[in-house]
């Protein structure tokens, strides 16, 4: 095999060989295609071919919810340098025939390492704010890339090969939050996630929760930790809540403030204190990091490699850098005194809240006339699907869709999701339509799109699941993309045709109804 094509392949062998502690970094790139910025990106990737620690970058697919430059653009200059890529695929953008010719041609260009994410919400750009997409979520997406692999698709084509990475979040300070990071990560994991990268955070008790939880659960995900170096600009925005999903400990914000009065700005601290964060991931057992920043170069990352590698015996006494500073914060398990970190002892979680009649009511007419043991299922399916052939159809759709509009902000989707989520509709309270879980980008329980004003949908459900013993379940479950077909029909007539998620086969060999529901 020639050096370039053993460059190119790096990351994959370098991450699953547990012997190998995988170092990445991460390209942001720029608006326009001729940019500076892609320059000086282009010129750091050089730098770490020469270098040879790296095995490879990754490279951001619109993020903060702004348009630049695609990643497979300098995803490709990169490969030919010789350096493997990690290229970030995104959600919000593209619908699903989209993706599929994307992935379709990053697998002819070697572009097979890839970071699924659902990413930002979309921001202002040419003439107002864009349409948000999410056709498919990340579970979808990691399940389109599964059936690929393995030559399983819609279309003739030939098995691809892609390496599949995933987020996962356990910087989340509730309860709701954090166990539906971790009920979402099994998802991903059962859809033929390969690795996962960390959100970026701070807290060392959290970084090794997530270790703990992938190992107790049995979850064969190498994990690479995030390690981010932030300026103090960058810090004040996290500390804004203006990075979706972020949060910068109070007392390392103040210790930043006063290192930005040195002569350097602060800079020669930042990276001490990465090289100790390296050093602590290194060694509570992280198969590697990934490491990005602003205006970082190859000295600094040569200093933080350097370094790290010289303190790492020392790292169980650089933790007291890295504590939390939120009180009454769930952690999954029990802290451990003795070496700062967390015990294998689970937390008991809290107990089931108390949910409104609305939620028994809903519980009790499905039970009787939805669930197929019920005893109003036969009667109530034999005239829905009567009425369905007749003039009283368009009445029928409108009792429907009014009642469920009044009660839960019914969407119209034709495809009815009310019964898994404890009876809250993720097309009313998602602002992203997510299916299988949330993104990363709630704090304290609010929604990343509107902070302060509207709570997570999925902090939400998580209560309502709890209180009928089924939340746990949520890690095992998979609920199918949206058939667009469905849409402003009755969701009662296609649940009792088979034509909607409960009773479509997750194959992608689904086939729209035999008549069209929209009129």
């Not at 599964?146 to 356990?170: C, M, R, W, Y």
């Not at 993309?481 to 088979?498: I, K, M, N, Q, T």
Request: glycine share 8%.
């Amino acid at each position: 095999m020639s050096s370039h094509a053993a460059g190119v392949r790096r990351f994959r062998q370098s991450l699953h060989n547990t012997d190998e502690f995988t170092l990445s970094f991460e390209l942001v790139p720029g608006r326009g295609g001729r940019s500076t910025v892609h320059t000086r990106a282009l010129d750091m990737a050089q730098a770490m071919v020469a270098d040879g620690r790296i095995c490879a970058v990754s490279i951001t697919d619109n993020p903060g919810g702004h348009a630049t430059l695609a990643p497979d653009v300098l995803g490709q200059e990169i490969l030919a340098m010789g350096l493997d890529v990690i290229s970030h695929f995104s959600c919000k953008d593209k619908n699903r025939n989209k993706m599929e010719s994307l992935l379709f041609g990053w697998d002819r260009l070697g572009l097979h390492n890839l970071l699924v994410i659902a990413g930002d919400y979309p921001q202002k750009g040419f003439c107002g704010h864009p349409k948000p997409v999410f056709d498919l979520d990340t579970v979808h997406l990691i399940d389109l890339l599964s059936h690929l692999n393995k030559g399983e698709s819609d279309l003739d084509v030939q098995p691809t090969s892609f390496h599949i990475g995933v987020a996962v979040s356990p910087f989340k300070y509730s309860e709701a939050e954090q166990m539906m990071q971790y009920y979402k990560l099994q998802r991903k994991i059962d859809a033929g996630a390969h690795f996962g990268i960390t959100q970026l955070g701070f807290d060392a008790r959290k970084y090794h929760e997530a270790l703990l939880y992938v190992e107790e659960h049995g979850l064969a995900l190498p994990l690479l930790g995030n390690l981010f170096i932030p300026t103090l600009k960058v810090a004040r925005l996290i500390k804004k809540g203006a990075i979706p999903g972020c949060r910068m400990p109070e007392h390392l914000f103040r210790q930043m403030e006063k290192e930005a009065r040195s002569q350097d700005k602060g800079r020669k601290a930042r990276l001490e204190r990465a090289a100790n964060q390296l050093a602590v991931l290194r060694g509570m057992g992280y198969s590697g990091v990934h490491i990005g920043g602003p205006t970082l170069t190859m000295a600094d990352l040569d200093f933080v490699l350097n370094q790290a590698e010289a303190r790492q015996e020392q790292w169980p006494e650089l933790l007291v850098e890295f504590r939390p500073d939120i009180s009454a914060a769930f952690y999954y398990f029990q802290a451990d005194p003795a070496t700062g970190l967390n015990s294998r002892q689970r937390t008991a979680l809290s107990p089931a809240k108390r949910q409104p009649p609305l939620y028994h009511l809903s519980n009790l007419i499905h039970n009787l006339a939805f669930a197929a043991d019920g005893p109003l299922y036969r009667p109530a399916r034999t005239c829905c699907l009567a009425l369905d052939k007749t003039l009283l159809r368009r009445p029928l759709f409108w009792l429907e869709h009014l009642s469920k509009f009044i009660l839960f902000s019914c969407r119209n989707c034709g495809d009815c999701t009310l019964a898994e989520y404890g009876y809250r509709c993720p097309q009313a309270g998602c602002a992203k339509y997510l299916l299988n879980g949330p993104c990363g980008g709630s704090i304290d329980g609010w929604c990343e799109v509107y902070p302060g004003r509207k709570r997570c949908h999925y902090v939400l459900a998580y209560e309502r699941l709890k209180s009928k013993g089924a939340a746990d379940a949520f890690s095992r479950g998979y609920i199918p993309p949206r058939d667009w077909s469905l849409e402003d029909g009755s969701s009662w007539v296609h649940f009792y045709a088979g034509l909607d998620h409960s009773n479509r086969c997750c194959d992608r060999q689904d086939t729209a109804p035999s008549t069209p529901k929209k009129e």
